[in-house]
């Protein structure tokens, strides 16, 4: 339902904001991804976003590209930020203090930041100086955008991603064997997903059997920090972290700044993520085989997939004809 006092082009405007917030995919991490337009008259005078961690914030760039002719109509100009400007000091002074400054009219906001530091205060500074705010424009989508970043801070826990392969007939793996059920394909595409998180994890037995590196060799990018779950565990790797439970585990990398964790398994593990409630997304890639049509009469124990509920099927993601299911936790916050 739109607000009464939502105006179209307040809407086509911040979906420039979040168009130009996509640029920051990359970089702006463990930053959120922000842009921003500066408008007068129907005319855009000004737009940046938030290219990486450390630089300047989306409202800084939108300002600093407006024209040296165009900057007697600041007065008179509206600034759109798909997130609410900043009012701490962090690594660059304060957003709100720069829109202050530089005398705009009125500024639109998608969602409020939910960062301690900011939660609001930017919003009431900006009142507090008569600049008229306008909050909530497209804000699911806002906050969608930076679902990482806003689980963390709301949720004060990283965001995780659980991720397992099964064949047709949902077996994951097999006592005392290996069952390759990923191609080279899917491989690739497992290693930027490692690339796309900060921590990944994999419980005891999964480290003892199977001794995996956990880095990303088949993507570029940088090597998520390797977390072990589980007690009493033998030769834990150097630089590994070891953790005894689900709790643990989140609040250690919660406390560390860690926003983004990967559970890579194995079974027990997965399933003890689920049974607490604490994931946000699954990836979960199906095999082109049944383990019953290849076991040839063997017989082996198998280990199937977890069992979940409060799961919601997103989209498929296909590569090169296998599917990737992608599952949200409906419980999670967006
Ligand atoms: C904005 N505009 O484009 C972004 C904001 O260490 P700093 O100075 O970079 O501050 C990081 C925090 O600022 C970050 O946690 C989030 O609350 C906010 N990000 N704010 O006004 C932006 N990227
Ligand atoms: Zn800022």
């Known amino acids: 339902m739109l607000q009464p006092d939502l105006k179209a082009e307040d809407i086509i405007y911040m979906r420039r904001c979040l168009q130009l917030a996509r640029n920051g995919q990359q970089n702006a991490q463990p930053n ?194 390797p977390v072990v779950l589980g007690s009493n565990v033998k030769n834990l790797p150097e630089g590994w972290w070891c953790f005894q439970t689900v709790e643990e585990v989140l609040n250690v990398l919660y406390e560390r700044g860690v926003q983004t964790l990967l559970v890579e398994g194995g079974r027990t593990t997965l399933q003890a993520f689920i049974d607490k409630g604490m994931w946000d997304e699954a990836f979960v890639e199906f095999g082109d085989f049944s383990w019953a049509d290849n076991a040839d009469g063997k017989d082996c124990e198998t280990i199937l997939v977890p069992t979940w509920k409060d799961a919601e099927r997103v989209e498929d993601e296909v590569v090169m004809g296998r599917h990737i299911e992608h599952w949200k936790h409906v419980a999670a916050t967006e």
């Open 32 to 225: 959120p991804m922000v842009g921003a337009v500066v408008v007068c008259n129907g005319r855009i005078i000004g737009e940046g976003y938030h290219v990486r961690c450390g630089e300047g914030h989306a409202e800084v760039n939108a300002l600093a590209s407006v024209k040296q002719e165009d900057v007697h109509l600041l007065k008179e100009s509206t600034i759109y930020v798909s997130l609410e400007p900043c009012s701490h000091y962090g690594k660059t002074p304060p957003c709100a203090d720069l829109i202050i400054s530089k005398g705009l009219k009125r500024c639109v906001v998608g969602c409020v930041d939910p960062f301690a530091k900011v939660q609001g205060r930017g919003i009431q500074k900006l009142r507090d100086a008569g600049i008229e705010v306008t909050v909530g424009v497209l804000a699911d989508e806002c906050r969608a955008l930076n679902k990482r970043f806003m689980t963390f801070h709301q949720m004060k826990r990283p965001f995780v991603t659980l991720k397992w392969a099964r064949t047709r007939d949902g077996v994951m793996g097999v006592k005392g064997e290996r069952l390759m059920i990923s191609n080279t394909y899917t491989q690739m595409l497992c290693h930027k997903r490692r690339a796309e998180h900060q921590a990944i994890l994999v419980g005891r037995k999964t480290l003892e059997e199977d001794a995996p590196s956990l880095n990303v060799r088949l993507w570029s990018g940088r090597h998520p920090q």
